[in-house]
Nanobody, 116 residues
Framework: QVQLVESGGGLVQPGGSLRLSCVAS?????RGWYRQAPGKQRELVAV???????NYVDSVKGRFTISRDNAKNTVYLQMSSLKPEDTAVYYC?????????????WGQGTQVTVSS
């Protein structure tokens, strides 16, 4: 059973920083982070592509940095210069073949609220 556990969310003032972490229970391809704000669709925030490069949504470029430690089965999202519009539930995403089948996995989400 694959489990993804996110942590690091919270309430932060505009301009502040947070670091999100996502730990996987098994060795798996940790792709990255998505977010969903109230009343909006889930959107990609930052992911690793198949060639190992990174892809960010335009609104976070220059402010967010994704990284991962494969030895620890962990992916991180360093968020700086946070804005109220970054407020959302942030989800970790992973995929891989297990038991011969391709599957996609999601964490339970961690709330990030940017407000003064």
């Amino acid at each position: 059973q694959v489990q993804l556990v996110e942590s690091g969310g919270g309430l932060v003032q505009p301009g502040g920083s947070l670091r999100l972490s996502c730990v996987a229970s098994v060795s798996i391809n940790l792709r990255g982070w998505y977010r969903q704000a109230p009343g909006k669709q889930r959107e990609l925030v930052a992911v690793f592509t198949t060639d190992g490069s990174t892809n960010y949504v335009d609104s976070v470029k220059g402010r967010f940095t994704i990284s991962r430690d494969n030895a620890k089965n962990t992916v991180y999202l360093q968020m700086s210069s946070l804005k109220p519009e970054d407020t959302a539930v942030y989800y970790c995403n992973a995929d891989g073949f297990r038991g011969g089948y391709y599957s996609e996995y999601w964490g339970q989400g961690t709330q990030v609220t940017v407000s003064s």
